[in-house]
């Protein structure tokens, strides 16, 4: 029988048939003669009309119509392949989400890897003896602090409300601590502090903040004094005493690793031992490299309490130590040709000046910091001063020196320390002995004794070339040991600067302006 179907455009076809061959089955067979539908098949002159509903499936002609219409199969199929491209767009945006979930948790897994290799530590025990390895590295400890000369300094004093914070550096090779001296502790001693091992000076700062600082390379040339304050000494002697020039002994029973800690990326070992200085320090620990190299150091020292060191082995500067330690340090030497001329014609200049305005300035003690002024007369061998003790406030002394005469009068201060002493002096009052401004007396008696005769006796040495207001000086030593005493002649002959070491340790400076002076009278009444 003939099929009864419309034909399709062959485009359309092919789509139908790519779209999927189930349901392009599925409306030929409809459309098959003899298909049990419930109808009779229709001849005749009604065989062209459509389908009308039978008895047996109402509807089945409008389906077969609407399966079979080209228009209708074309919307279907187009929704299947939108639904079917959705449905990969989906999967597509799935996986990549999966994709980079998987990729990012990956990467976690690694940066966390990395960090626990680099930060792990094998577990050990709590203590235990050192090993032969860690017994060496304790015994050539000093010695390495001595080759590495400098180190900048991070040191705790203390804890609370007493904490006392010093900021700064030590310079083991030049035998000098430079800081800040700051914390809730600090106390008189607020400010910068310069120490060697004999002597701690001091400038106070009491409107400095809490929190300390690292101190200014060139450190300030006035204002130091011997420090009022002396509890920071044994922690200085301390530090000082961490060099050595040979390997200390470390016994084998003595010492304990008892622990292990990361700084700076390296991993230190903790090893409690004996402390070998002359100092005596309790429950010492020393946190140590793999070389040998101190960077911290813990410690109860009496009477200061527990302390702890830090050491920066990256910053460490050249330290200038101030004029009242002694200055820069220089290279001593013989005198040139023209220094030595300068030198022998030194008394001669002097005389002929004739005398010179004095600025005194004398760190003898804790007890005792002179500042003065006042004149020196090389024509008459007379001196006059007026002086400051800075612990005795409210009083001034007088100081007359003639000849090898000294003698003294206590007056009340003036408003300004630096002004000059009072003329014509004070008639009565005036006595001899000892007294708190002695400590001066060397100093004028060897800045009067220079112009005599053939100069300072003793062989000059030249330490070092500087710089005093303004002029250009050579630094010339006569003398050793305690009995140096220090000449700093300008390039025309003149002395400019004499200085003494004191008893304590530090230098007493006495500057001179070579020129006229007042006539000084003598005393009407002298005892």
């Known amino acids: 029988m003939e099929n009864s179907s419309r034909p399709l455009p062959s ?24 298909l049990d539908t419930g109808q009779p098949e229709q001849t005749g002159p009604d065989a062209d009309q459509p389908d009308r509903p039978g008895p047996g499936l109402p509807g089945l002609a409008g389906l077969s119509d609407r399966l079979l ?95 006392t914070d010093l900021l700064g550096w030590v310079d083991w090779a030049r035998r000098l601590v430079y800081v800040d001296v700051g914390g809730a502790g600090a106390g008189v001693l607020r400010g910068l502090a310069q120490a060697t091992p004999t002597v701690l000076m001091s400038r106070p700062d009491p409107t400095a903040v809490p929190a300390p600082a690292m101190p200014p390379l060139i450190p300030p040339v ?26 200390d002994p470390v016994d084998e029973t003595s010492g304990r690793w008892v622990g292990r800690e990361r700084q700076h990326g390296e991993n230190l070992d903790i090893l409690e031992a004996p402390w070998p200085g002359p100092e005596p320090a309790e429950a010492t620990r020393y946190f140590l490299d793999p070389d040998g190299r101190l960077l911290r150091l813990e410690a109860m020292i009496a009477p200061v309490g527990p302390v702890t060191v830090h050491l920066n082995r990256v910053d460490r500067p050249t330290l200038r130590p101030v004029d009242a330690l002694g200055g820069r340090p220089g290279l001593p030497r013989a005198l040139n040709s023209a220094e030595r001329d300068r ?59 003639e000849g090898g005469k000294v003698t003294r ?82 390039r025309s002959g003149l002395l400019r600067r004499l200085e003494l070491p004191t008893p304590g340790g530090a230098w007493a400076q006495l500057d001179l302006k070579p020129g006229r002076v007042p006539s000084i009278p003598k005393p009407t009444k002298a005892r």
């Open 69 to 163: 219409d080209p228009v209708a199969e074309e919307e279907d199929l187009a929704g299947a392949d939108e639904e079917a491209e959705e449905a990969r767009q989906r999967f597509a945006r799935r996986r990549r989400l999966t994709l980079t979930g998987l990729a990012l948790t990956a990467g976690l897994s690694a940066v966390l890897l990395v960090l626990t290799l680099l930060n792990w530590v094998p577990q050990e025990p709590a203590s235990r003896p050192l090993t032969s390895a860690e017994r060496g590295r304790l015994a050539v400890m000093r010695v390495t602090n001595q080759r590495d000369l400098r180190a900048g300094l991070q040191v705790t004093i203390g804890r609370g409300g007493d904490r």
């Open 11 to 34: 485009g359309r076809a092919d789509r139908r048939h790519r779209a999927g061959s189930r349901r392009h089955r599925a409306v030929l067979n409809l459309d098959r003669p003899g």
């Open 409 to 490: 009068v206590d007056t009340a201060a003036p408003g300004d320390p630096a002004d000059p002493p009072p003329l014509p002096p004070p008639g009565s009052g005036w006595r001899g002995g000892a007294h708190r401004a002695q400590a001066l007396d060397p100093l004028v008696a060897r800045a009067l004794r220079a112009a005599r005769g053939s100069g300072p006796s003793g062989t000059p040495r030249r330490v070092r070339g500087d710089n005093l207001t303004g002029s250009v000086v050579d630094v010339i030593e006569v003398g050793s040991g305690s009995g140096r005493t220090r000449y700093w002649v300008d």
């Open 222 to 247: 006035d204002g130091w004094r011997v420090a009022p304050d002396q509890r920071l000494t044994p922690l200085l002697a301390m530090i000082f005493a961490l060099t050595a020039d040979r390997p």
């Open 343 to 401: 030198w022998r014609g030194l008394p001669a200049r002097l005389r002929a000046a004739g005398g010179a305005t004095l600025t005194v300035t004398v760190p003898a003690s804790a007890d005792t910091n002179l500042r003065g002024r006042g004149w020196l007369s090389w024509t008459s061998n007379t001196a006059y001063l007026g002086v400051t003790d800075l612990d005795a406030e409210g009083t001034r002394t007088l100081v007359r020196r």
